[in-house]
Protein backbone atom coordinates (compact mmCIF):
# COMPACT_ATOMS: atom_id res chain seq x y z
CA UNK A 1 0.00 0.00 0.00
CA UNK A 2 1.41 3.25 -1.07
CA UNK A 3 1.00 6.30 1.62
CA UNK A 4 1.16 9.78 1.96
CA UNK A 5 1.53 11.66 4.71
CA UNK A 6 0.64 15.59 4.88
CA UNK A 7 2.22 16.75 8.34
CA UNK A 8 2.97 19.76 10.79
CA UNK A 9 0.31 21.65 9.86
CA UNK A 10 -3.29 22.75 11.03
CA UNK A 11 -6.32 21.48 9.54
CA UNK A 12 -9.04 22.85 8.25
CA UNK A 13 -11.97 20.29 10.05
CA UNK A 14 -15.58 19.30 8.60
CA UNK A 15 -17.41 21.42 11.51
CA UNK A 16 -15.30 24.45 10.16
CA UNK A 17 -12.92 24.43 13.43
CA UNK A 18 -9.01 24.60 13.07
CA UNK A 19 -7.00 21.54 14.63
CA UNK A 20 -3.14 20.98 15.11
CA UNK A 21 -2.98 17.97 13.14
CA UNK A 22 -1.78 15.35 10.08
CA UNK A 23 -3.30 13.56 7.57
CA UNK A 24 -2.43 10.13 6.17
CA UNK A 25 -3.73 8.97 3.02
CA UNK A 26 -4.26 5.59 0.98
CA UNK A 27 -2.76 6.63 -2.66
CA UNK A 28 -4.35 3.13 -4.00
CA UNK A 29 -7.61 4.21 -3.05
CA UNK A 30 -7.51 7.61 -3.00
CA UNK A 31 -8.88 8.45 0.22
CA UNK A 32 -8.01 9.82 3.51
CA UNK A 33 -7.15 6.98 6.08
CA UNK A 34 -7.16 9.25 9.16
CA UNK A 35 -6.74 12.92 10.21
CA UNK A 36 -4.87 12.61 13.77
CA UNK A 37 -2.78 14.78 16.40
CA UNK A 38 1.01 15.39 15.15
CA UNK A 39 2.76 12.60 14.89
CA UNK A 40 0.67 10.21 15.53
CA UNK A 41 0.43 9.06 12.14
CA UNK A 42 2.85 6.57 10.23
CA UNK A 43 3.29 7.06 6.00
CA UNK A 44 5.07 4.55 4.22
CA UNK A 45 6.10 6.36 0.97
CA UNK A 46 5.28 10.31 0.36
CA UNK A 47 5.84 13.04 2.59
CA UNK A 48 4.04 16.33 2.37
CA UNK A 49 5.16 19.32 4.73
CA UNK A 50 2.39 21.10 5.53
CA UNK A 51 3.94 23.43 8.01
CA UNK A 52 2.84 27.06 8.33
CA UNK A 53 0.08 26.15 6.54
CA UNK A 54 -3.88 25.08 6.97
CA UNK A 55 -4.97 21.56 5.23
CA UNK A 56 -8.27 22.50 3.36
CA UNK A 57 -10.45 20.29 1.14
CA UNK A 58 -9.61 20.84 -2.49
CA UNK A 59 -11.96 23.57 -3.78
CA UNK A 60 -14.55 22.48 -6.15
CA UNK A 61 -15.48 24.59 -9.50
CA UNK A 62 -18.93 23.57 -10.18
CA UNK A 63 -19.87 25.49 -13.51
CA UNK A 64 -17.05 26.54 -15.51
CA UNK A 65 -16.33 26.27 -19.96
CA UNK A 66 -12.20 25.60 -18.92
CA UNK A 67 -10.98 25.72 -22.05
CA UNK A 68 -12.06 29.70 -22.49
CA UNK A 69 -9.17 30.06 -21.13
CA UNK A 70 -7.92 30.84 -25.06
CA UNK A 71 -10.18 33.73 -24.74
CA UNK A 72 -9.42 35.38 -21.73
CA UNK A 73 -9.23 38.99 -22.74
CA UNK A 74 -10.73 38.62 -25.92
CA UNK A 75 -13.65 40.23 -25.13
CA UNK A 76 -15.04 42.19 -21.87
CA UNK A 77 -16.74 45.06 -20.50
CA UNK A 78 -20.42 43.83 -22.68
CA UNK A 79 -23.88 42.15 -21.40
CA UNK A 80 -23.71 38.48 -21.76
CA UNK A 81 -25.99 38.49 -24.99
CA UNK A 82 -23.72 41.03 -27.00
CA UNK A 83 -20.77 39.14 -25.55
CA UNK A 84 -21.97 36.12 -27.13
CA UNK A 85 -23.30 36.77 -30.11
CA UNK A 86 -20.75 39.29 -31.66
CA UNK A 87 -17.65 38.01 -30.07
CA UNK A 88 -17.51 34.40 -28.64
CA UNK A 89 -19.56 32.40 -31.10
CA UNK A 90 -18.21 33.72 -34.00
CA UNK A 91 -14.70 32.93 -32.28
CA UNK A 92 -15.71 29.63 -30.73
CA UNK A 93 -17.08 28.45 -34.24
CA UNK A 94 -13.53 28.19 -35.47
CA UNK A 95 -12.45 25.79 -32.42
CA UNK A 96 -10.07 22.95 -32.92
CA UNK A 97 -10.22 20.05 -31.13
CA UNK A 98 -6.59 21.03 -30.52
CA UNK A 99 -7.46 24.49 -29.18
CA UNK A 100 -9.90 22.95 -26.61
CA UNK A 101 -7.21 20.39 -25.61
CA UNK A 102 -4.25 22.87 -24.75
CA UNK A 103 -7.18 25.85 -23.41
CA UNK A 104 -8.01 22.92 -20.87
CA UNK A 105 -4.20 21.97 -19.92
CA UNK A 106 -3.87 26.14 -19.28
CA UNK A 107 -7.16 26.28 -17.56
CA UNK A 108 -6.57 23.38 -15.26
CA UNK A 109 -2.93 24.07 -14.43
CA UNK A 110 -4.22 27.50 -13.12
CA UNK A 111 -6.80 25.20 -10.99
CA UNK A 112 -4.33 23.33 -9.81
CA UNK A 113 -2.52 26.45 -8.54
CA UNK A 114 -5.20 28.10 -6.65
CA UNK A 115 -6.08 24.78 -4.98
CA UNK A 116 -9.29 23.82 -6.87
CA UNK A 117 -8.97 19.50 -7.32
CA UNK A 118 -12.82 19.52 -8.76
CA UNK A 119 -14.57 21.09 -11.74
CA UNK A 120 -18.22 20.52 -13.69
CA UNK A 121 -17.25 21.73 -17.36
CA UNK A 122 -19.88 22.53 -20.46
CA UNK A 123 -17.95 22.80 -23.41
CA UNK A 124 -17.24 21.48 -27.66
CA UNK A 125 -15.01 18.68 -28.28
CA UNK A 126 -15.46 17.41 -24.42
CA UNK A 127 -13.24 14.49 -25.37
CA UNK A 128 -10.47 16.17 -25.17
CA UNK A 129 -11.49 18.17 -21.68
CA UNK A 130 -12.35 14.39 -20.48
CA UNK A 131 -8.22 13.60 -21.48
CA UNK A 132 -6.67 16.92 -20.06
CA UNK A 133 -8.52 16.26 -16.66
CA UNK A 134 -7.28 12.73 -16.41
CA UNK A 135 -3.42 13.65 -17.43
CA UNK A 136 -4.44 16.53 -15.00
CA UNK A 137 -5.33 14.12 -12.34
CA UNK A 138 -8.20 16.01 -11.07
CA UNK A 139 -12.00 15.03 -10.65
CA UNK A 140 -14.38 16.20 -13.26
CA UNK A 141 -18.32 16.31 -13.94
CA UNK A 142 -18.13 17.04 -17.65
CA UNK A 143 -20.73 17.20 -20.71
CA UNK A 144 -21.21 18.53 -24.05
CA UNK A 145 -23.26 21.94 -24.29
CA UNK A 146 -25.89 21.21 -26.70
CA UNK A 147 -27.81 24.35 -28.62
CA UNK A 148 -30.37 23.90 -30.99
CA UNK A 149 -31.25 27.65 -31.97
CA UNK A 150 -29.52 28.98 -35.02
CA UNK A 151 -29.17 25.30 -36.49
CA UNK A 152 -31.33 22.89 -39.18
CA UNK A 153 -33.26 19.76 -37.62
CA UNK A 154 -30.49 17.62 -38.54
CA UNK A 155 -27.22 19.68 -36.93
CA UNK A 156 -29.44 19.83 -33.92
CA UNK A 157 -30.27 16.79 -33.44
CA UNK A 158 -26.50 15.44 -34.18
CA UNK A 159 -25.39 17.92 -31.83
CA UNK A 160 -27.92 16.63 -28.94
CA UNK A 161 -27.34 13.14 -29.80
CA UNK A 162 -23.47 13.43 -29.50
CA UNK A 163 -23.71 15.30 -26.41
CA UNK A 164 -25.36 11.79 -24.97
CA UNK A 165 -22.87 9.43 -26.99
CA UNK A 166 -19.98 11.29 -25.06
CA UNK A 167 -21.79 11.76 -21.89
CA UNK A 168 -22.37 7.66 -21.77
CA UNK A 169 -19.13 6.73 -23.47
CA UNK A 170 -16.80 8.99 -20.95
CA UNK A 171 -18.70 8.08 -17.42
CA UNK A 172 -16.35 6.65 -15.15
CA UNK A 173 -13.18 8.06 -17.15
CA UNK A 174 -9.94 8.54 -15.91
CA UNK A 175 -10.18 5.53 -13.09
CA UNK A 176 -13.86 6.84 -12.11
CA UNK A 177 -12.80 10.65 -11.51
CA UNK A 178 -14.72 11.66 -14.85
CA UNK A 179 -18.11 11.47 -14.27
CA UNK A 180 -20.74 12.72 -16.99
CA UNK A 181 -23.92 14.60 -17.21
CA UNK A 182 -26.16 15.95 -20.23
CA UNK A 183 -25.89 19.25 -20.65
CA UNK A 184 -28.24 21.40 -23.21
CA UNK A 185 -26.73 25.18 -22.71
CA UNK A 186 -29.48 26.92 -21.49
CA UNK A 187 -33.46 27.42 -21.36
CA UNK A 188 -33.61 29.47 -24.24
CA UNK A 189 -31.05 28.12 -27.08
CA UNK A 190 -32.43 24.66 -26.68
CA UNK A 191 -35.98 24.06 -27.90
CA UNK A 192 -38.69 22.68 -26.25
CA UNK A 193 -38.52 19.60 -28.32
CA UNK A 194 -35.47 18.88 -28.05
CA UNK A 195 -35.65 18.89 -24.45
CA UNK A 196 -38.48 16.59 -24.79
CA UNK A 197 -36.96 14.01 -26.75
CA UNK A 198 -33.37 13.89 -25.44
CA UNK A 199 -34.22 13.82 -21.37
CA UNK A 200 -36.04 11.12 -20.98
CA UNK A 201 -32.88 9.76 -23.21
CA UNK A 202 -30.59 11.05 -20.52
CA UNK A 203 -32.69 9.88 -17.63
CA UNK A 204 -32.78 6.29 -19.58
CA UNK A 205 -28.75 6.79 -19.30
CA UNK A 206 -29.13 7.67 -15.32
CA UNK A 207 -27.18 11.23 -16.56
CA UNK A 208 -27.73 14.20 -13.94
CA UNK A 209 -28.75 17.12 -16.37
CA UNK A 210 -26.64 20.76 -15.90
CA UNK A 211 -27.80 23.60 -17.50
CA UNK A 212 -27.74 27.75 -17.32
CA UNK A 213 -30.98 29.22 -15.92
CA UNK A 214 -32.03 32.28 -15.18
CA UNK A 215 -28.97 34.56 -15.90
CA UNK A 216 -30.27 37.12 -17.24
CA UNK A 217 -33.60 39.29 -17.18
CA UNK A 218 -33.58 39.23 -21.05
CA UNK A 219 -33.41 35.09 -20.57
CA UNK A 220 -36.78 35.49 -18.39
CA UNK A 221 -39.43 37.59 -20.39
CA UNK A 222 -39.42 35.47 -23.38
CA UNK A 223 -39.51 32.12 -21.41
CA UNK A 224 -43.01 34.23 -19.97
CA UNK A 225 -44.25 35.03 -22.66
CA UNK A 226 -43.83 32.02 -24.36
CA UNK A 227 -44.99 29.64 -21.68
CA UNK A 228 -46.90 31.68 -19.19
CA UNK A 229 -45.19 30.34 -16.60
CA UNK A 230 -41.48 31.48 -14.86
CA UNK A 231 -38.64 29.37 -16.59
CA UNK A 232 -37.74 27.18 -13.60
CA UNK A 233 -41.86 25.87 -13.95
CA UNK A 234 -41.16 25.71 -17.13
CA UNK A 235 -37.27 23.45 -16.71
CA UNK A 236 -39.96 21.41 -13.94
CA UNK A 237 -42.27 20.52 -16.76
CA UNK A 238 -39.44 19.44 -18.49
CA UNK A 239 -38.42 17.35 -16.10
CA UNK A 240 -34.86 19.26 -16.01
CA UNK A 241 -35.21 19.12 -11.96
CA UNK A 242 -34.59 16.22 -10.07
CA UNK A 243 -32.41 16.13 -7.38
CA UNK A 244 -28.93 14.98 -8.92
CA UNK A 245 -29.33 17.91 -11.34
CA UNK A 246 -27.82 21.64 -10.93
CA UNK A 247 -28.28 24.76 -12.75
CA UNK A 248 -25.80 27.30 -13.59
CA UNK A 249 -26.40 30.89 -12.14
CA UNK A 250 -30.02 31.30 -11.09
CA UNK A 251 -29.62 34.90 -11.00
CA UNK A 252 -33.42 36.70 -11.51
CA UNK A 253 -35.19 33.52 -9.74
CA UNK A 254 -37.92 34.44 -7.56
CA UNK A 255 -39.51 33.23 -4.32
CA UNK A 256 -41.32 30.61 -5.95
CA UNK A 257 -39.02 29.28 -8.27
CA UNK A 258 -36.42 29.09 -4.85
CA UNK A 259 -39.03 26.89 -3.18
CA UNK A 260 -39.58 24.84 -6.17
CA UNK A 261 -35.50 24.13 -6.38
CA UNK A 262 -35.53 23.32 -2.65
CA UNK A 263 -38.47 20.75 -2.77
CA UNK A 264 -36.73 19.15 -6.10
CA UNK A 265 -33.09 19.21 -4.41
CA UNK A 266 -32.20 20.73 -7.64
CA UNK A 267 -29.03 22.29 -6.91
CA UNK A 268 -27.90 25.81 -8.10
CA UNK A 269 -23.91 26.83 -9.21
CA UNK A 270 -23.54 30.82 -8.19
CA UNK A 271 -20.91 32.52 -10.42
CA UNK A 272 -20.62 35.82 -8.66
CA UNK A 273 -17.82 37.40 -10.70
CA UNK A 274 -19.32 36.48 -14.10
CA UNK A 275 -22.43 37.84 -12.98
CA UNK A 276 -20.86 40.99 -11.93
CA UNK A 277 -18.52 41.36 -15.57
CA UNK A 278 -21.97 40.81 -17.66
CA UNK A 279 -23.84 42.66 -15.26
CA UNK A 280 -26.25 39.89 -14.99
CA UNK A 281 -27.84 40.47 -11.67
CA UNK A 282 -27.75 39.89 -8.00
CA UNK A 283 -28.37 36.42 -7.42
CA UNK A 284 -30.32 35.83 -3.78
CA UNK A 285 -28.13 33.42 -2.93
CA UNK A 286 -28.65 33.35 0.62
CA UNK A 287 -31.66 33.30 -0.08
CA UNK A 288 -31.61 30.09 -1.70
CA UNK A 289 -29.21 28.68 1.06
CA UNK A 290 -31.61 29.60 3.81
CA UNK A 291 -34.70 27.84 1.99
CA UNK A 292 -32.49 24.30 1.41
CA UNK A 293 -31.54 25.12 -2.14
CA UNK A 294 -28.43 23.32 -2.70
CA UNK A 295 -26.06 25.63 -3.82
CA UNK A 296 -22.44 25.31 -5.07
CA UNK A 297 -19.80 27.88 -6.52
CA UNK A 298 -18.19 28.36 -10.28
CA UNK A 299 -16.19 30.68 -11.73
CA UNK A 300 -17.60 30.15 -15.15
CA UNK A 301 -15.27 30.81 -17.87
CA UNK A 302 -12.08 32.44 -17.84
CA UNK A 303 -13.45 35.28 -20.68
CA UNK A 304 -16.34 36.07 -18.72
CA UNK A 305 -14.55 35.99 -14.78
CA UNK A 306 -11.70 36.43 -16.16
CA UNK A 307 -9.52 33.89 -14.03
CA UNK A 308 -10.17 30.60 -12.56
CA UNK A 309 -9.05 31.50 -9.21
CA UNK A 310 -11.80 30.43 -6.48
CA UNK A 311 -10.58 32.52 -3.88
CA UNK A 312 -11.46 35.34 -5.96
CA UNK A 313 -14.43 33.89 -5.93
CA UNK A 314 -15.56 33.28 -2.09
CA UNK A 315 -14.41 37.00 -1.65
CA UNK A 316 -16.69 37.79 -4.70
CA UNK A 317 -19.83 35.72 -3.54
CA UNK A 318 -19.16 37.28 0.35
CA UNK A 319 -19.25 40.76 -1.09
CA UNK A 320 -21.74 40.29 -3.78
CA UNK A 321 -24.13 38.28 -1.23
CA UNK A 322 -24.32 41.07 1.24
CA UNK A 323 -24.98 43.91 -1.55
CA UNK A 324 -27.71 41.21 -2.89
CA UNK A 325 -29.13 40.74 0.79
CA UNK A 326 -28.52 44.33 1.94
CA UNK A 327 -27.16 42.81 4.88
CA UNK A 328 -23.47 42.33 6.10
CA UNK A 329 -24.24 39.41 7.78
CA UNK A 330 -25.45 37.72 4.55
CA UNK A 331 -22.75 35.20 2.77
CA UNK A 332 -20.51 34.89 5.96
CA UNK A 333 -17.26 33.49 5.50
CA UNK A 334 -18.18 29.62 6.63
CA UNK A 335 -21.74 29.73 4.56
CA UNK A 336 -18.89 30.86 1.22
CA UNK A 337 -16.32 28.18 2.66
CA UNK A 338 -18.79 25.65 2.47
CA UNK A 339 -20.52 26.27 -0.72
CA UNK A 340 -17.01 25.82 -2.75
CA UNK A 341 -15.78 22.79 -0.63
CA UNK A 342 -18.55 20.18 0.84
CA UNK A 343 -21.67 22.11 -1.09
CA UNK A 344 -20.04 21.86 -4.10
CA UNK A 345 -18.97 18.21 -4.04
CA UNK A 346 -22.53 17.29 -3.17
CA UNK A 347 -23.92 19.49 -6.16
CA UNK A 348 -21.42 17.49 -8.47
CA UNK A 349 -22.26 13.51 -6.70
CA UNK A 350 -18.39 13.50 -5.51
CA UNK A 351 -17.60 12.11 -1.90
CA UNK A 352 -14.82 15.19 -1.56
CA UNK A 353 -14.97 18.36 -0.10
CA UNK A 354 -14.20 17.80 3.36
CA UNK A 355 -10.95 16.64 5.19
CA UNK A 356 -12.20 13.38 7.02
CA UNK A 357 -11.16 9.41 7.42
CA UNK A 358 -13.31 7.82 4.49
CA UNK A 359 -13.58 10.88 1.90
CA UNK A 360 -11.85 11.77 -1.84
CA UNK A 361 -8.44 12.82 -0.27
CA UNK A 362 -8.88 15.97 -2.87
CA UNK A 363 -6.87 18.60 -0.60
CA UNK A 364 -5.00 22.06 -0.59
CA UNK A 365 -2.60 23.17 1.84
CA UNK A 366 -2.75 27.01 2.28
CA UNK A 367 0.59 28.82 3.33
CA UNK A 368 -0.40 30.87 6.04
CA UNK A 369 3.32 32.68 6.63
CA UNK A 370 2.26 35.70 4.81
CA UNK A 371 2.08 39.41 5.62
CA UNK A 372 -1.43 39.47 4.16
CA UNK A 373 -2.24 36.87 6.35
CA UNK A 374 -1.43 37.91 9.23
CA UNK A 375 -2.47 37.67 12.35
CA UNK A 376 -4.36 34.41 12.50
CA UNK A 377 -7.76 35.73 14.37
CA UNK A 378 -9.80 33.05 12.50
CA UNK A 379 -8.43 31.25 9.71
CA UNK A 380 -11.64 30.57 7.81
CA UNK A 381 -12.11 34.54 7.36
CA UNK A 382 -8.64 34.63 5.71
CA UNK A 383 -9.36 32.00 3.51
CA UNK A 384 -12.36 34.07 2.38
CA UNK A 385 -11.94 37.51 2.44
CA UNK A 386 -7.50 37.55 2.66
CA UNK A 387 -6.23 34.28 0.80
CA UNK A 388 -5.35 34.47 -2.84
CA UNK A 389 -5.27 31.09 -4.93
CA UNK A 390 -1.04 31.84 -5.15
CA UNK A 391 -1.50 30.87 -1.19
CA UNK A 392 -2.08 27.40 -2.18
CA UNK A 393 1.03 25.34 -1.44
CA UNK A 394 0.62 21.69 -2.58
CA UNK A 395 -2.72 20.27 -4.23
CA UNK A 396 -3.64 16.67 -3.24
CA UNK A 397 -6.16 14.99 -5.59
CA UNK A 398 -7.69 11.07 -5.26
CA UNK A 399 -4.35 10.88 -3.36
CA UNK A 400 -2.01 11.98 -5.85
CA UNK A 401 0.53 14.79 -5.52
CA UNK A 402 -0.80 17.52 -8.40
CA UNK A 403 1.29 20.93 -7.29
CA UNK A 404 4.53 20.86 -4.23
CA UNK A 405 6.04 23.41 -3.13
CA UNK A 406 4.02 25.57 -5.97
CA UNK A 407 5.88 23.36 -8.88
CA UNK A 408 3.10 21.70 -10.80
CA UNK A 409 3.77 17.92 -11.22
CA UNK A 410 1.41 16.66 -14.14
CA UNK A 411 1.85 18.94 -16.82
CA UNK A 412 4.92 21.57 -18.16
CA UNK A 413 3.67 24.20 -17.39
CA UNK A 414 5.91 26.57 -19.59
CA UNK A 415 5.30 24.37 -22.67
CA UNK A 416 1.45 24.54 -22.19
CA UNK A 417 1.75 28.43 -21.52
CA UNK A 418 3.65 28.49 -25.03
CA UNK A 419 1.16 26.27 -26.66
CA UNK A 420 -1.85 28.42 -25.19
CA UNK A 421 -0.34 31.55 -27.09
CA UNK A 422 0.20 30.39 -30.01
CA UNK A 423 -3.26 28.29 -30.71
CA UNK A 424 -4.84 31.96 -28.99
CA UNK A 425 -3.74 33.24 -31.77
CA UNK A 426 -3.83 31.32 -34.49
CA UNK A 427 -7.68 30.95 -33.44
CA UNK A 428 -8.30 34.67 -33.57
CA UNK A 429 -6.49 35.61 -36.81
CA UNK A 430 -9.01 32.98 -38.38
CA UNK A 431 -11.93 34.41 -36.84
CA UNK A 432 -10.64 37.75 -38.40
CA UNK A 433 -10.20 36.17 -41.18
CA UNK A 434 -13.92 34.28 -41.58
CA UNK A 435 -15.65 37.96 -40.93
CA UNK A 436 -13.42 39.46 -43.58
CA UNK A 437 -11.86 41.87 -40.98
C1 LIG B 1 -22.32 25.06 -25.81
S1 LIG B 1 -20.89 24.96 -24.81
C2 LIG B 1 -21.10 26.25 -23.59
C3 LIG B 1 -21.34 27.60 -24.19
O1 LIG B 1 -21.62 28.48 -23.13
C4 LIG B 1 -21.06 29.72 -23.43
N1 LIG B 1 -21.00 30.54 -22.23
C5 LIG B 1 -19.94 30.97 -21.55
N2 LIG B 1 -20.34 31.71 -20.49
C6 LIG B 1 -21.68 31.74 -20.54
C7 LIG B 1 -22.66 32.33 -19.74
O2 LIG B 1 -22.37 33.08 -18.69
N3 LIG B 1 -23.95 32.16 -20.07
C8 LIG B 1 -24.31 31.44 -21.15
N4 LIG B 1 -23.40 30.85 -21.95
C9 LIG B 1 -22.11 31.00 -21.64
C10 LIG B 1 -19.74 29.35 -24.01
O3 LIG B 1 -19.14 30.43 -24.66
C11 LIG B 1 -20.15 28.21 -24.93
O4 LIG B 1 -20.59 28.70 -26.15
ZN1 LIG C 1 -21.49 29.18 -18.13
Not at 41 to 46: F, I
Request: with cysteine; aromatic share 4%.
Amino acid sequence: MSELLVSGGQVLLPDHTVTEADVLVDQDTGNIVDVDDPGALEGDTQALDASDGLVIPGLVNAHTHVSMTLLRGYADDKPLDAWLQEDIWPVEAELTAEDVRVGAELGLIEMIKSGTTALADMYFFMEQVAEAVDDAGMRGLLGQGCISVGKDEEDAHEDFQSGLAFAEEYDGYADGRVRTAFMPHSLTTAGEAYYREYVPEARDAGLPIHFHANETEGEVDPIVEEHGERPLEYADDLGLLEPEDFLAHGVHVDETEIDLLAERGTGVVHNPASNMKLASGMAPVQAMVDAGVPVALGTDGAASNNDLDLFDEMRDAAMLGKLAADDASAMAAGTVLEIATRGGAEVLGFDSGRVAAGANADLAVVDLDATHLTPHHDLVSHLVYAAKGSDVRHTVCDGEVLMRDREVQVFDEESVRERAETAAGDLVARAERDSGQ
